[in-house]
């Protein structure tokens, strides 16, 4: 069952909900979505919809991404691939996160999904305060509508390269270590877009690859 019931909608807090999506993919960026809205004030046929982003099918998640857009306050930030080369992936993702916060320019509590909570979110008059919730996006509903916006953004933007680079499977793998890309890996090589502090211990024969440092 869809994790919000519109009836209890009044017991969710009003508060910005922030989700990343590709953290582990071998290619491409982090992106990474944060959003405010008051629940109770969001249509309650659409309240109903939000779900984690992995639990939904992508048709459901392109038909949810404009009407979170339309009815909620959104913003959007990515960590290149490049930074994930200078900082690492989690470094990558907290940065992202801070600037898709700040870019919304709402004084209201932070709720991240996962463990971290994000460093350096200070508007002019105060700091925000952050609070890290594994599992958030199937227990807050901002944090389920921002891995809904960040999936449908990132997984657009891979088909789109896809297009550019055919041989990985980008289409659909979105850049995550299926059989299909790390077969190209191995008789391509890494494309502009592969992040080589992922794909530089990768293993085609065992199916797994290196990761940078958490």
Known sequence: MPPFDPLLAA??????????????????????????????????????????????????????????????RVAVAAGSRALVDRINVRGATLDAMRRAVL?????????????????????????????????GDRLVPQIAAASIVAKTLRDALMRRLAGRYPDYGWASNVGYGTRTHLAGLAALGRSPHHRASFTRAYDVRTGTAGRSAP
């Open 103 to 135: 870019a919304l320019q709402l004084d209201a509590p932070v709720w991240v999904d996962g463990r971290d909570p994000v460093p350096g979110l200070a508007l002019p008059c105060r700091a925000l305060p952050c609070r890290a919730v594994v599992g």
């Open 11 to 72: 017991t969710y807090p009003a508060v910005i909900g922030c989700d990343e999506v590709g953290r582990g993919a071998l290619c491409g960026p982090v992106v990474v979505a944060a959003v405010w809205f008051r629940p109770d004030a969001l249509p309650p046929d659409l309240l109903a919809r939000l779900d984690d982003s992995k639990r939904l099918k992508a048709a459901e998640r392109e038909a949810l991404t404009p009407l979170i857009r339309r009815h909620a």
